[in-house]
């Protein structure tokens, strides 16, 4: 049996008291009996069996004295392991009444698993730290995404009210195109959100994958060539299991960051189905993902600066949906460098 930690400290100290307890006892015995012998002989060996005062004196003080000390090391022992206890109990009470930032002290390091559950406490107060930090991140971020439109909207039409616009049919399609905006914002959000909740549910079938690649482009196909994309296509035939309807968003999403970010040329697109894995890739001509983005570029709200400062329109969910459809399907959804140093992103899942 190894003892390690808690188990050790307990031990040794067990050991170190019934060892001084002993020592005490031997050794002022002897000094008793030595003291009494030599100064008293008579009176002693005519005691016979009974214990005289004397000895009846020296069993109960050192019996006393080997209490006190027992007591003494219990209590520093005990002392040493309710610290960090204590101090976990503390923060945890703390982190209850919504301190967050309260962290327990993990004091002596030789107490293993008291240590140990110190520094347990304060990861999951950390996790906990960040979770809400991000909560307020994505509340903020959603606020400020409703609100652009929303002000907008208020101004057109308030200007429609007050007769400052005509209202023709060029200014209710650009309403109608704030509200589109609005609502696939708000579908966005509802994808994003039910995908981290586990509840992003997909309607899986037998799907020809090339077919709805085609589908898309054909759609898509003259928002890309206005931004000057060529679409070349790279396609195999074999049916992939999925849900058409949310590979078809996913795919939208990655094309019209192409559109918005991509320098003029050619946008790859490659769909296959290859040993059990279906694949679905977009690759454009450059500039490519900005380094400091890239571990990010999945997560909501992330874009780069480019982005922001162009006011592209997009609500930074783009990625963040294509990343749950991914997982939803139970693959994964990663970015790259292209050949020709533009950005690559790809769509796996077994299929
Ligand atoms: N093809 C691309 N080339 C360069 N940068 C890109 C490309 N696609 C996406 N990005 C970067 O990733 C960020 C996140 O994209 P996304 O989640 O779709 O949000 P949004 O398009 O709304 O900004 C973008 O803001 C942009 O900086
Ligand atoms: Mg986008």
């Given amino acids: 049996m190894r003892l390690e930690g808690l188990s050790r400290q307990i031990a040794l100290s067990m050991a170190a ?3 001084c307890v002993t020592l005490l006892m031997v050794a002022t015995g002897y000094a008793f009996y030595y003291v009494a012998l030599t ?39 005990a002392r040493r392991i309710l610290l960090p206890l204590n101090s976990v109990a503390e923060s945890m009470r703390r982190v209850a009444d919504g301190d967050l930032n309260a962290r327990a002290a993990a004091g002596d390091r030789s107490l293993r698993e008291a240590a140990m559950l110190a520094d347990d406490f304060n990861a999951l107060a950390d996790q906990l730290q960040l979770m809400s930090r991000e909560q307020a991140f994505w509340n ?3 606020a400020h995404e409703l609100r652009t ?18 209202p023709d049919e060029g200014q209710f399609r650009s309403l109608l195109a704030q509200v589109e905006g609005l609502g696939r914002l708000i579908e966005d959000l509802r994808a994003v959100s039910l995908a981290e909740s586990g509840h992003l549910d997909l309607q899986l079938q037998e799907t020809d994958l090339a077919a709805e690649v085609r589908a898309v482009v054909e759609v898509f196909g003259d928002a890309l ?21 949310r590979i078809r968003q ?12 991509a320098t003029p040329g050619a946008i790859r697109i490659q769909a296959r189905v290859e040993g059990g894995r279906c694949r679905l890739r977009v ?15 999945f997560e909501a709200f992330r874009r780069g ?11 930074g969910l783009g990625l963040a949906v294509v990343a749950a459809i991914a997982h939803a399907h139970g693959g994964e959804a990663r970015c790259g460098t292209g050949t020709g140093g533009g950005a690559r992103f790809e769509l796996s899942w077994p299929g």
């Fill in 149 to 166: 439109p929303l002000t907008v909207l208020r101004g057109r039409l308030q200007g429609l009210a007050e007769g400052v616009f005509t």
């Fill in 305 to 315: 600066d480019g982005a922001r400062q162009r006011g592209s329109g997009g609500s």
């Fill in 17 to 19: 008291m019934a060892l």
């Fill in 283 to 297: 690759e454009d001509d450059g500039p490519g993902i900005p380094e400091d983005l890239a571990p990010h570029v």
């Fill in 39 to 77: 100064y008293w002989p008579v009176h002693f060996e005519q005691s016979g069996w009974w214990l005289t005062a004397p000895e009846v004196l020296w069993l109960v003080s050192s019996t006393a004295t080997g209490l006190a000390l027992s007591l003494l090391m219990g209590i520093r022992l």
């Fill in 250 to 261: 996913a795919l939208l999403a990655l094309l019209d960051n192409a559109r918005r970010y």
């Fill in 225 to 245: 060539r206005a931004a000057g994309l060529t679409p070349v296509l790279e396609l195999d035939g074999r049916p992939a299991r999925c849900d058409p309807v």
């Fill in 140 to 142: 903020a971020a959603i």
